[in-house]
């Protein structure tokens, strides 16, 4: 097997996309659903044999089928979509002679020709999660008397933020979308890991004198995060 294949397996509630794959860090057979794909994404140790993952799918079906079930319809970038930014909703609108994309009395007026709606609609999401976030973060080092090197934003599926040892921030662009009580959390999370690189104790002390909304944030995120993949 590649370090990745895509299919579709058919289990007792229908087709479902799989993606397997191969990590020479994984230490056991895991499984996951991806929301974005509305599917499954089995990894595999290196040693490990297909069969063994192929086994836990079919083990699996009916949980994978509830979890599924549960997914919200996917919402695209389209005229008269209702999108989030900061957990608020705001109906998509083409404005061909509007300029910049922007808010405007419940509505995100998008400038440009109708085939590069969509496009237009995800850069303006991603420059927002950069200034949002990013002021977040500088804010919050500088009250906690750290310096933040740099902030970039990504669409990742597995993680909503990331901090490395010599002080950068990454940020998934959808998280712009969640509620701005979840963005603060999130953004003091990743704070916190330029002083401690890992999740003891004085780690979630300092979590906790950056924001207020540590439990809010990760239950959120927990029940409704998965949500945010399915929008774009």
Not at 64 to 86: K, N, T, W
Not at 186 to 197: F, N, P, S, T, Y
Request: charged share 20%.
């Amino acid at each position: 097997m590649a370090d990745q294949i895509m299919e579709t397996i058919l289990l007792q509630h229908g087709p479902t996309p799989v993606q397997w794959r191969r990590s020479a860090r994984a230490r056991r057979i895991s499984l996951r659903i991806d929301p974005r794909a509305g599917g499954v994404v089995v990894t595999l140790p290196a040693r490990a044999i297909e069969a063994a993952g192929r086994a836990l799918v079919h083990n699996h079906a009916g949980w994978i089928g509830e979890r599924l079930s549960r997914l919200p319809q996917p919402i695209a970038f389209v005229e008269g979509a209702d999108v989030p930014l900061g957990g608020d909703w705001f109906r998509i609108r083409h404005w061909p002679e509007g300029g910049a994309t922007r808010v405007d009395q419940g509505c995100l007026l998008v400038g440009g020709t109708p085939p590069a709606l969509a496009q237009n609609v995800s850069d303006f999401m991603q420059d927002e999660a950069r200034r949002r976030l990013g002021a977040a973060a500088v804010r919050k080092a500088r009250n906690a008397g750290l310096c933040v090197r740099k902030v970039v934003v990504k669409d990742t599926r597995t993680r909503w933020g990331s901090c490395t040892a010599d002080g950068a921030l990454m940020f998934c662009w959808r998280l712009v979308m969640a509620p701005l009580l979840v963005q603060d959390y999130v953004v003091a999370h990743e704070v916190a890991h330029l002083r401690h690189m890992n999740h003891g104790a004085q780690f979630w002390a300092l979590v906790e004198e950056l924001t207020p909304h540590r439990e809010a944030g990760t239950e959120w995120l927990a029940t409704r995060g998965g949500s945010l993949m399915r929008i774009g």
